[in-house]
């Protein structure tokens, strides 16, 4: 341990009790609108802890959290990996973005592996992912770039399942998609004489994309339309996605139902023996539980019917610890010494909690992207398991039940430290419900109320941020009509750091542009200790 460089601060402890980490995922800073969901509700501590002696904005989204341009909004898991971090690493978006743009990927042999499978068996090569341009979960042009490289290769056919987004693009944007799709594989049919298909589809909140264990039947109805060829049958995609709007007007993307594309004979993509399948999206969370129903042998979770003996590879691995997948195209980023990992050298005791939608949040990728405990005598990690009904039905989700958890915790003494993510302003944000949103916000505020309160009992300290906005935008007025906006936002978001007579001790650090992955120092200031010699500076600056 002592590689960690991790030393005794002569500053000593700023506060006698614990320090916690509150995580406000998705309440962004934005223009007050009525379309701000922040904005809209009512936040008394919010409006307190924005006027404290030590708040600041941070970057939550781009170049700030390893995205490839500040056109790129943040996300849940690129910010809880720059939270741990401490610094930038270029994530997901970026390595897969410059490993097409260059051609290495085409050139190393996970592709190339693809690509002899399909052809040596003269057999189906499919693609399964996310079909936007939001570069959270994937691209689209990544998807395009390689089609193009697979029909300059040889394979002669290759079916697409695509997986609708709605949540990090405009709500009813598939058919945008689907045509810039449509377009790609009719010039390549013409260029390259070969047979490249839409196969099947469904909305991602209720097709394959399941994260976290929270909802196996996602998975199993993503298994069904994909591998098995079952679901609603259309002769299109496009006829699918206006059949579905039509019959729902107020039913958007993310919540499509799964479809079929058939011809006269049945489907025409069941995924079969010796076919190649790539999982196109980047980021992890959602892509594991996919990824195990193909790859692994003793399979629970649901009945497969059927278990095709397939080449597969994911657009990057998902979860280095489980090896999943097995082969992958890219490789994911390497997050080395996050925070956890210097506290446990210095015996700090801690805990993270969260409801299930964010759990991985404040454990896998705080962790970078390691799952399981650093030193599970010195951490705690508690899930409080969340209810399986759209997110705007019960817009207070479980916020409740992890603040009054994470009270308990802080109220044992045997904990110095703590991280709490409290969900609901993204997951209630990203359904575009503008009510139900503000609900989100409004108990958000007091959950971190009752937060503060124990803190200032315990004689304690406290960070106030969120990971990225979401809630701040809910819809955009264009041509004088509301336009739900489901995905997240540009916007910076707040940071207070409160504990007794702390502003009497330090000062904002004055930083151009200070981001998320300045608190991992921020926090062994607040500990006592000081920062790892490559963390991004803290926020805190000795009087």
């Not at 934005?30 to 030590?54: C, K, Q, R, S, Y």
């Not at 005791?349 to 409801?355: D, G, L, P, T």
Request: glycine letters at 8%; one cysteine or more.
């Amino acid at each position: 341990m002592s590689s960690l460089h991790l030393t005794k601060s002569v500053i000593g402890k700023p506060c006698t009790g614990p320090v916690l980490l509150i995580i406000m995922d998705g309440m962004g800073i934005g223009e007050p609108f009525e379309g701000n969901a922040v904005h809209m509700a009512n936040t008394p501590t919010l409006d307190h802890l924005i006027t404290t002696p030590i708040y600041t904005q941070l970057k939550a989204h781009g170049t700030a959290v390893g995205m490839p341009s500040d056109d790129d909004m943040g996300n849940s898991e690129v910010g809880h990996n720059a939270l741990g971090a401490g610094r930038i690493f270029d994530q997901g978006a970026t390595l897969v973005q410059n490993a097409i743009a260059s051609g290495q990927l085409f050139q190393d042999q996970p592709w190339k592996d693809v690509i002899t499978n399909t052809n040596n068996h003269a057999s189906t090569l499919h693609f399964i992912g996310l079909l936007s341009d939001g570069n959270v979960h994937s691209h689209i042009n990544h998807l395009l770039k390689m089609l193009q490289k697979a029909a300059e290769n040889g394979v002669q056919k290759a079916r697409v399942h695509i997986l609708l987004d709605g949540r990090d693009v405009y709500e009813k944007s598939a058919p945008d998609y689907i045509a810039t799709l449509e377009a790609t594989l009719t010039t390549l049919k013409n260029t390259y004489h070969v047979d490249y298909q839409i196969a099947s589809g469904g909305g991602r909140m209720i097709t394959t994309m399941d994260r976290y264990n929270a909802d196996w039947d996602i998975v199993k109805r993503g298994w069904d339309a994909h591998v098995l060829g079952e679901g609603r049958p259309f002769h299109s995609a496009t006829e699918a996605i206006s059949t579905y709007y039509q019959e729902d007007p107020k039913r958007n993307d993310q919540y499509l139902p799964p479809f079929v594309i058939v011809d006269d004979k049945g489907p025409i993509g069941q995924i079969q023996d010796n076919d190649s399948v790539i999982f196109c999206n980047f980021r992890g969370d959602r892509a594991i539980e996919i990824t195990q129903a193909f790859e692994v042998k003793d399979f629970t979770k649901f009945d497969r019917k059927r278990h095709p003996k397939v080449h597969f590879a994911g657009m990057m691995q998902y979860d280095g610890d489980l090896k999943l997948p097995n082969h992958f195209l890219v490789q994911p980023p390497h997050i080395s010494h996050p925070i956890s990992d210097y506290l446990c050298a210095m015996g700090i005791r801690s805990f993270a909690i969260s409801e299930t939608q964010k759990y991985g949040h404040v454990t896998y990728f705080w962790n970078g992207n390691n799952s399981g405990y650093i030193n599970q005598s010195l951490e705690t990690y508690v899930e409080i398991p969340s209810d399986r009904i759209p997110f705007e039905q019960k817009p207070e989700m479980k916020a409740y039940e992890s603040t009054q958890k994470t009270i308990e915790l802080l109220k044992s003494g045997q904990f110095d430290f703590g991280r709490i993510n409290i969900a609901n302003p993204d997951m209630v944000g990203h359904t575009g419900v503008m009510d139900a949103a503000v609900k989100s916000v409004e108990v958000t505020d007091d959950c971190v109320t009752q937060l503060l309160q124990t803190i200032e009992e315990l004689n304690g300290c406290a960070i106030i941020l969120a990971d990225h906005g979401n809630a701040d935008i809910m819809f955009e007025i264009k041509n004088g009509q509301k336009i739900p906006k489901t995905s997240h936002t540009l916007n910076p978001v707040p940071c207070a750091i409160i504990g007794k007579d702390l502003d009497k001790k330090f000062k904002l650090t004055p930083l151009t542009t200070p981001g998320l992955t300045n608190i991992a120092a921020t926090l062994c200031t607040l500990l006592g200790y000081e920062k790892p010699t490559d963390y991004d500076p803290s926020l805190l600056t000795q009087l």
